[in-house]
């Protein structure tokens, strides 16, 4: 493995109990304050530094959470108001090279994350138990997932990045 590829571990899809919904949704809820702390008091050479060789630059993984977590937040409200729809991939690498990412400061990806978790949390905190288990259909599988098994991945996914940020700045010992 890549060191700091995987600084909490890889993704693991669990039982789905009244904890580990708790857990997802509080890291839905906190994901924004989560990554501002982690990009907190860096500059601008910080931001430009790859979080691992050859990965994306901190600035690119902000970014990044941004836009993955746009289409999670479509996902959801897709896979609520439809009967199994099939919903869109995208090519995240990309969207990473595009000029709103190059160009844009990281403080405005973290500002649309504070908005859309707000209303991704709202839209999820009260779902009852038939609603988790509706599915959505990723066009690269072509099987059916639970609302319940992306809660979980997009979880794990905010906090993997925000850790990787913080495993960088230990490793550099940038306070």
């Known amino acids: 493995m890549i060191e700091n590829q995987y600084p909490i571990g890889r993704f693991e899809h669990r039982d789905f109990t009244a904890s580990v919904k708790q857990e997802c949704l509080a890291a839905i809820q906190f994901l924004p304050n989560m990554l501002e702390a982690s990009i907190s008091g860096l500059d601008e050479p910080q931001l430009q530094t790859p ?18 977590h746009i289409n999670a937040y479509t996902r ?6 439809e009967e199994q ?19 844009l400061p990281v403080n405005l990806s973290i500002t649309l994350l504070y908005a859309l978790h707000a209303r991704w949390y709202a839209a999820i905190k009260d779902l009852d138990e038939a609603q988790w288990a509706r599915t959505v259909i990723h066009p690269v599988t072509g099987k059916p997932l639970a609302l319940s098994y992306y809660l979980q991945l997009y979880a794990w996914h905010g906090k993997h990045h925000a850790a990787q940020v913080n495993y960088l700045r230990e490793k550099r010992k940038w306070q």
């Open 76 to 81: 959801f409200k897709l896979g609520l108001t």
């Open 85 to 103: 729809p099939v919903i869109k991939a995208y090519d995240e690498k990309a969207w990473a090279a595009l000029e709103d990412v190059r160009s």
């Open 51 to 68: 979080y691992r060789e050859g990965g994306w630059t901190v600035h690119q993984l902000v970014h990044h959470v941004a836009d993955s």
